[in-house]
């Protein structure tokens, strides 16, 4: 059974702990396991099962902390820990995780990476690599005086094997997408093109404006920049200690053609309505996304200003795909999995140019 855990109830070490700096890496079966282990419906879709949780974002708890006298500032402290820590799996010294201050209820599903077609790029970007997936789906959601506003995220984390039975520890990589940080109206996460370098019409954060704020002065602070994450983690994946990285700048994951609308309105239900039937346990189909990358883009405008700050991104080419074929919302989903932000680095290619070094900004 999951814990059950008030809407805005914060608990968890959100900065380092001598858990983070003990990572060997994981297994993929033993993730897998975790993430199914307590889910808050134990067959989606059973008319008899629980609603599904909402945990609540507020100014407050992203802003606790920066006051004198008191705690460190919490969304710094958690900021460094995403940036810092590897762990697949975070689960604190009482074994219940820590609560997220942004996107605290997702979606996980899992599946299988393949690239297909030649392309420049090394790692798990070359062609004929397969890799096994863990992805988190979320859909942060804004009520603004002109309706609802959605902004879809998804944290990927790739392992350098298609072996679910794999025994040794390996170490992942991890890139995180967006279609806009500041919210559209689209209403399927199958419609948007989600990137590592999204829009942000901030204006559609209504009163959540403070939380972007935040979001952006503070991985200014201890990092390089809040709206762009490199995707180098899978360049140097699985590649040879004197083999270059050779790095795309930009990456999308765009839903393959054909697949159907699910009209619910929870991207939770609709992700896990793409794969099962409601009230079958077991998987009935795939969730597929292209994957897509591209040298080629620029930035325009600003996160406040009526239009939003826009990407342009063009010459995208296709180079594989994403089929996820099961999934799960579960309290070790929302408090227990971990994925690492990519420090940024001034020459992608180049880890001697990350912003952090052994756990400091060193320029």
């Not at 009520?143 to 039975?165: H, N, W």
């Not at 935040?214 to 995707?231: N, P, S």
Request: contains cysteine; neutral net charge; hydrophobic residues 35%.
């Amino acid at each position: 059974m999951h814990h059950t855990v008030p809407p805005e109830a914060i608990f968890g070490e959100q900065g380092m702990t001598p858990e983070d700096s003990s990572y060997q890496g994981s297994r993929f079966r033993e993730m897998k396991a975790a993430l199914f282990a307590n889910p808050y419906q134990q067959v989606w879709g059973d008319p008899q099962a629980p609603p599904l949780p909402h945990y609540v974002v507020t100014n407050k708890s992203v802003y606790a902390g920066i006051l004198p006298g008191g705690k460190p500032p919490q969304f710094k402290e958690a900021s460094i820990r995403s940036l810092d820590s590897a762990l697949d799996l975070r689960w604190g010294e009482d074994g219940l995780g820590f609560r997220r201050l942004v996107r605290p209820h997702g979606v996980c599903v899992t599946g299988l990476w393949e690239i297909t077609e030649a392309n420049t790029y090394s790692g798990y970007f070359q062609k004929g690599r397969q890799g096994l997936v863990i992805a988190r789906i979320t859909a942060a959601e804004t009520q603004t005086l002109a309706g609802l506003r959605r902004s879809y995220g998804v944290a990927l984390k790739l392992y350098p094997t298609a072996d679910e039975d794999h025994d040794q520890l390996l170490k992942t990589a991890n890139v995180f997408f967006s279609d806009d940080l500041g919210g559209t109206t689209a209403s399927h996460i199958t419609e948007v093109e989600l990137t590592n370098a999204p829009h942000i019409t901030g204006l559609n954060r209504g009163n959540q404006i403070p939380i972007l704020i935040q979001e952006g002065l503070v991985f200014e602070k201890v990092d390089r920049t809040a709206d762009i994450r490199q995707i180098y983690p899978i360049a140097e994946l699985g590649k040879t200690n004197n083999e270059p990285t050779r790095s795309p700048e930009f990456m999308r994951l765009k839903a393959v053609a054909g697949l159907p609308k699910m009209e619910e309105v929870d991207v939770r239900d609709e992700v896990l309505g793409h794969i099962f039937n409601k009230g079958n346990p077991k998987p009935q189909r795939t969730l597929s996304f292209e994957i897509a990358v591209s040298d080629t883009g620029k930035k325009s405008g600003f996160p406040l200003l009526p239009n939003g700050q826009r990407q342009t991104i063009t010459k995208w080419q296709t180079i594989g795909k994403i089929d996820f074929n099961d999934g799960v919302v579960s309290y070790n989903g929302d408090f227990v999995i971990h994925f690492q932000h990519p420090t940024w680095r001034d020459d992608k290619n180049d880890a001697r140019t990350a912003v952090r070094q052994n756990g400091k900004k060193v320029h």
